[in-house]
DNA sequence: CTGTTAGCGCATTCAC
DNA sequence: GTGAATGCGCTAACAG
């Protein structure tokens, strides 16, 4: 392994100074043609990698970034979007990364039309934006506005068909869908039913990950020919206080449930309920590793949990952005993240970004 | 949150030179002690964080490390922890630090009693030393001999009572058994015989893992009251075209084998038997996402397979390393990495290093 | 258009 | 003992 190339070093090869090179490498323009052909030329022969912490230092530039998600509250999924994103930032503490945040209620189209709306107005002087999607016809409206304007936009938590994004990082949650049905109906007493979680929603939208999660979750039964009949189970996310009615409602109804899956972040409310009315025969598998779930876990009401690494995702978007805006990296557009199963053995050592012990 | 503080905002509130305040950061001697008092003082009212990545780029000194594992051939376990190494010295390339490997063979303790040996008589001019223990009493010997030269270690893979690390990095041995028994009995059948796959060894001794992993793995099995019957499975690591008779003879011995679990990170031998034999009713539950042990996942011979994280191990003990050696920077001693849990459905996602973090 | 130069924050060397 | 000066690799402003 030779010593690492520097500009100083492509400067002398290719016979200009290293302001030459420099501009090139940053196509900041005023570089005659054949300078351009020589450094080339002499790039394609060497790896020539930027060390981005010392190009940091003498960075003047701001960049500016807009990051739009549901609403994050402490302790719930997309606060550990942002946590990670707010990590990377920590990490090139050198570039000058200037970001506003604005969240919309995920629960209520209206509120995230709203969010866009102001978006969309603004976004002329941001560097890039960063997406996490709920409403495909309100995100790809946004995204297009975007691309007319020719800002790049990034996705986490999930992609957008019909956009061209810079990147995604997402989870497979088709995947995710299959491998929850794998899991309750592994521990699901043949023979009875299955409560399915669902959120109640403002405008009548489903989310975009929900249908892909149900299109697994559907197919796995359908080829393994599971018997089990599967129970709606509607939960309020705005009204949180109903949800302890509209539980027992459940179960008043259902008398035969002998297992209970969500196919969103929300399961605790679940595991809350079966543990203050000391429910331990009801198999419990869940999503996300929210600080509720995490406790169900623990404590013993949730059998399994799977984990889309949301931390990850945001560290990611936010790593990519910079390396792109800066450093012109070249980025992979496609990038999926690792589907943990965690039980309650296990959930004690996720803690890498999140929840401190 | 404030500008960042510099070495420079610190000298001109104590009322000295960036010098002066570099030595006293560095312990470099040649400080009056009322400098030293009157920086110390300035030290505890403001937060100092060194930006380490400049730093690195002045810096002259090298620094030398050693590093003894077992064997680590491409594909297998411990080939992923010098990964994670490799890794870390990327992301630190501006320090300049120089690896000596040691390897042995963790089925022979002749042969680490003999690599001991030789780093235990040269060690004396390495700065610190990475061990992955596999015999006890050798390794506890050769960290007496560092301890006695004032030189630190660290641990990966395993923790070793009777030293005293720098810092360990391990996941929770006793946890992962205690985890797998409970996954291999959840998915075989009552009643029949469940396999445990073990090494034969020279010298008659068991790796400090295998013993903790055992301990969970009977703890589970006397909690439950499980009363499935286990067949010690031994096969042959240093001859590995023995196992494939081993394998034969156990099954022949065995009739009412229900399902496998493998302690140490070669059931993939099982899952290899399995698949070219046309065996397909055994479950089969295994440890380390080893090259062999993805493609039983893959093929659907595994059922489940839990994963230790050894990248980030590895990662992790090189990271800290260098933040001691350079930085100062102090060092939480016990780290314990995720355990986590890998079907066929999610296998393809987890190859971040074996690329990426 | 292009070469030169002045920092960025830090470790180190060299005069004082 | 100490402050000032140097250089690490890179960007940006400046003088040709």
Known sequence: MQRKIRIKDIAAMSGVSAGTVDRILHNRGNVSEEARMAVEEVLKRVSYKPNIHVSGLSLKRKYRAIITTPDALEGEYWESIHSGIRHALEEFENIRVECQVHTYNQYDIYSCREVYGRIGGMASDADAVIIGPTFKKETVR?????????????????????????????????????????????????????????????????????????????????????????????????????????????????????????????????????????????????????????????NGSIDFLIGQEPEHQGFLAMKTLIEYLVYRKPVRVENYTQLDILTRETVGYYNRFNFAP
């Open 142 to 298: 946004l995204c297009r506005r975007l691309g007319d304007k020719g800002i790049p936009y990034l996705f986490v938590d999930s992609p957008l068909e019909e956009t061209t994004p810079l990147s995604f990082f997402t989870s497979d949650h088709y995947v995710c869908g299959y491998l929850l049905a794998r899991l309750i109906t592994s521990i699901t007493p043949p023979g009875s039913d299955i409560g399915m979680l669902q959120a109640m929603r403002r405008g009548d939208e489903s989310a975009n990950t929900s249908v892909l999660r149900k299109q697994g979750f559907d197919d796995y039964l359908a080829e393994r020919k599971i018997p089990n009949a599967i129970r709606k189970m509607l939960f309020s996310a705005t009204e949180p206080e109903k949800s302890d009615d509209l539980l027992a409602q459940f179960f008043r109804t259902y008398r035969n449930i002998g297992g209970v899956v969500a196919l969103n972040s929300r399961g605790g409310i679940v595991a809350d309920y079966f543990s203050r009315n000391g429910i331990s025969d009801i198999k419990l598998v869940c999503l996300d590793l929210t600080a509720t779930n995490a406790q169900g876990l623990q």
